[in-house]
Each structure stands twice: as structure tokens, then as C-alpha cells.
């Protein structure tokens, strides 16, 4: 996982968004995209993250899970 910076204006209000480099051409390798096509791919990105981070995490069998949900 990496960190998100945002850049803030005088009064402290966000105004843009830092991500990493390598994040950015992973989502951007050519330089003209259009909006929407960056949007989807943040989204698809993100999804990929998440699944990652899923495949990496234990299942739990039916009685952990219950007393997960119960906590």
C-alpha cells in the first residue's frame, strides 16, 4: 500500500491529489487519456489492490466468521 498526499490551498482545503510515479504510468503509460478513461483505470486499479490484498488474507471457517460478525 502506498500513501496518498494531497496538496491543500491557504486555508487547508484539498485542492489535488499526490500518488506515486510508478502508480501514475501503471495507470497512465501513454501521455494523452481521456477522462473517463482515467477513471475507469484508477477503478480498475483499486479492485486489483483490493483482490490482492484478499487472496493474501486467511478465509475463516463458518464459526470464526459468526463470532467476527457477532464482535
Same mark, same amino acid.
Not at 29 to 57: F, G, H, V, W
Given at each position: 500500500?502506498?500513501?496518498?498526499? !494531497?496538496?491543500t ?6 485542492? #489535488? ?5 510508478d502508480?501514475? =504510468? ?7 487519456? #481521456? ?5 475507469? =483505470?484508477?477503478?480498475? !486499479?483499486?479492485?486489483?489492490? #483490493? ?10 471457517? =463458518?464459526? #470464526?466468521?459468526?463470532?467476527y460478525?457477532?464482535e
Amino acid at each position: 500500500m502506498f500513501e496518498i498526499e !494531497y496538496l491543500t490551498d491557504k486555508n487547508g482545503e484539498p485542492k #489535488a491529489v499526490v500518488i506515486p510515479i510508478d502508480v501514475w =504510468r501503471k495507470l497512465v503509460p501513454e501521455e494523452n487519456i #481521456a477522462l473517463d478513461e482515467l477513471s475507469e =483505470r484508477l477503478e480498475d !486499479y483499486c479492485l486489483n489492490q #483490493a483482490m490482492d490484498e484478499a487472496k493474501l488474507t486467511p478465509l475463516l471457517d =463458518r464459526e #470464526a466468521a459468526l463470532k467476527y460478525l457477532e464482535e
